[in-house]
């Protein structure tokens, strides 16, 4: 078992940063691809970035440009630096950690954490 706990949400402008933490309960990072994720009302959730456990990096076109995800092993946590947030960056954001085997997926989820952008 994995336990993620988010934290870092909250209010800000249009055109400010926030930076999302997530903490794993155990090291994974070598062996799991650590991934954020949002779901804004009414609307699925998608991958907003993703740090496989080579290292490689993936971003959703909408953040690219804007988003950083990065992970710090030594403290078990993933983030994400958001910067020059829109609006529609509103929702809430979930960390996900997920690593497949021949044999079986294990896909484990936080709690997740409301960003809202607003002025």
């Known amino acids: 078992q994995v336990q993620l706990v988010e934290s870092g949400g909250g209010l800000v402008q249009p055109g400010g940063s926030l930076r999302l933490s997530c903490a794993a309960s155990?090291?994974?990072?070598?062996?799991?691809?650590m991934g954020w994720y949002r779901q804004a009302p009414g609307k699925q959730r998608e991958l907003v970035a993703d740090v496989t456990s080579g290292g490689g990096t993936n971003y959703a076109d909408s953040v690219k440009g804007r988003f950083t995800i990065s992970r710090d092993h030594a403290k078990n946590t993933v983030y994400l630096q958001m910067d020059s947030l829109k609006p529609e960056d509103t929702a809430v954001y979930y960390c996900n950690a997920v690593r497949t085997t021949r044999l079986i997926t294990y896909n484990y989820w936080g709690q997740g954490t409301q960003v809202t952008v607003s002025s």
């Open positions: 155990r090291a994974i990072f070598g062996i799991y691809t």
